[in-house]
């Protein structure tokens, strides 16, 4: 059941550390497999209802990994669903760029791409955490991840390759989206404070990579890389865009409406 | 015009049958593509190793690619897989259920390509 | 007679004499004009229920109330996609292509399974859909296995592995709204009294007023008839409301000693024929928002489209 409880305060500063990590990563699969999942029954094609579905499934297992642990760590009595039912949008450390809304077709395959390829470095440097539990929910989720950079980047490709309207559609959905792909490399200070305790990943150590990935990618696809002007971030720390509380007044509807009640 | 059999149990499949003379039915097995429409894979999955790729069904994608992909969505989202293989359904060529009866018929009465066929005494071991 | 007719009349007894005797049919062999007709007609019409039956159930993902409960209902509706996909392949074996199948539903010339244009304003209509619709779609299915046209019966035989999970999935969560708060119970109940009824016209008409059932039945296309299979269902389903502790929505219900099975009350068909005509609460609805997917991606299947004819050329050039 989803127990509200309050903040375990006699968590040593490391758990501490522990338990925010653990629910930044879980909220960005959340909150982004929450978008994603949006897309059953609208999408182009009954074939890419499932393989967007699928990939939704792959973000909710990966929150509810995280989230799971992070209860655990914290000792307050808090499962995964206290955790993504019951808190309210500046206790989510989410990455802006997941609950910015779908858009086009064009513009979710361009979001899946990104995401796809950072998470995939990202698991796979959290491979070799020190925390076991962090290490093996990171092992699982690269292979699923490296998939959806895969999948992602082939559609980038058709799209930026196929028609005058999918390259213009295509690249708009780039340009939208890549102002936010500056705060995946953000270092927070629950990141720094997780790497050097040897568990988590500096995520400014991913950039040069993912840049490379990147650029292979839309050179295939035709489309330019978006000028770095603008660059909003502050979701790690609980700071979001207006988007985050109409996700969250939909995701927790009936645990709010019906408190305390089993599903 | 020939017999039709009788007896159900001795009847050969409906694909045995003279065709040519029922040609003017307008029968047509070609599935109607309009250009718009992506192509048609037949998809082949090897569920285990050290098993054959088996026939699994159909599905459209307008590039090898995308088959591939469709194919791991559409038909091994319980662990079915291993391998997967797309072939696009023009590039199959079959036989006819017309040759049916000469391709195959023939087999039937070569019954000594089948250990039954010869007489060995019971007492005698590992044969 | 001539003796064209003449030949075609004596392969059609033969056929059915042949499918009579339990073996099947496959794509290319001959089969009657009608025969190939009905198949089409029955398997694009359950192809387009999978597709449509996305939207009631698509409804409650984002709003699932755990998050156990959302994988479970996105993996469901995602079967439902799947089983389209089969049994639009099984379709094209016959010759009718997907885009005539997509045409024929949008359109509205072709129907599709009357139950989908119901609405789910309650998470409890989640557990109605799984444990009743599923239930009823279940029973009327795993006959369907043993269809006498090879590549329906294979669909179907892969459809029913996947759909055990979803009777259950609904059932779950009907369990647990039956035994949770007063509100939740009452959720449930108000979900039984909606569903009920819907789910048990979704065998159709009696046979004795059904027209294709006959001739289905004798091409080994049907296998049990409506009436039968709705007392299957009907005798499984009262037992696991009892268990929930719900009432079922009907007064006469009793169990019939001499009969061994439940009768049920009067079943009210005008309302069935109201939805199957377009009038139900949703037709309008499910099909605008099946149009719309259809037209929003357009562009998307262009694009593909497109560039695999692109790889194409570019290949045939660097080959030259
Ligand atoms: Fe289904
Ligand atoms: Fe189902």
Redesign the interface.
Known sequence: M?VAALKNDTLSPDRQVLFDYAVMLGDTA?IHG?RL??W????????????L??Q??DL??Q??MF?EYAGKVEEAGRD??AL??LRDGFDFRNLLIVELPNG???HTMARQFIMGVYSSLLYEALSASQDDQLAGIAKKAVKEQRYHAR?GG?WL???G???E??HA?AQRGLDELWPYTHELFTTDPVESAAAELGFGVDPSGLRAEWDGLVDDVLARAGLSRPEDDWQPDGGKRGEHTENLGYILA??Q???RA?P???? | MRRLPMQTSALPAPHAMPRERISKSKESNETMTDKNEWPLFEVFIRSKQGLAHQHAGS?????A??AI??AR??YT?RSEGQSIWVVPSTAITATSPDDKSVLFDPADTKVYRHPTFYDVPDEVECL | MNETTRDVVELGQWFDAYVADEKKIEPKDWMPDAYRKTLVRQISQHAHSE?IG??PE?NW???????????GL??K??DE??H??YLYSAAETLGVSRGQMDDGLLSGKDKYSSIFNYPTPT?ADIGAIGWLVDGAAITNQIPLCRCSYGPYARAMIRVCKEESFHQRQGYE?ML??SH??A??KRMAQDALNRWWWPAVMMFGPSDKDSAHSAQSMAWRIKRVSNDDLRQRFVDMTVKQADYLGLTMPDPDLKWNEERGHYDIGEIDWSDFWKVVKGNGPCNRQRLA?RQ??HD?????????????N?RVARATRDAA
């Open positions: 989803a959340l929450q999942s949006e059953t029954s609208h999408a182009p094609t009954v074939e890419l209802d499932i393989a579905g699928n939704a499934l909710i297992g929150a509810r989230l995964e669903d993504a039912f086009d077709f064009g999948h082939e490709v058709r799209l390759d196929g028609t309207e999918s559609r939909e995701l509807f009936l645990q019906y305390g009640a089993e599903w | 599905l459209h994608a307008a590039d690619e995308m992909e469709n969505d559409v989202r | 597709v996305m939207q698509g993902i984002t709003r699932a109330p755990t998050l156990r409960r959302k994988a996105l993996a509706v995602q996609a799947g389209g996909l998470w969560i647990r709204l949770g708060t509100e939740q928002h719309k997917a929003d991606g357009e562009w998307v299947r262009d694009a593909a489209l497109a560039h695999a692109k």
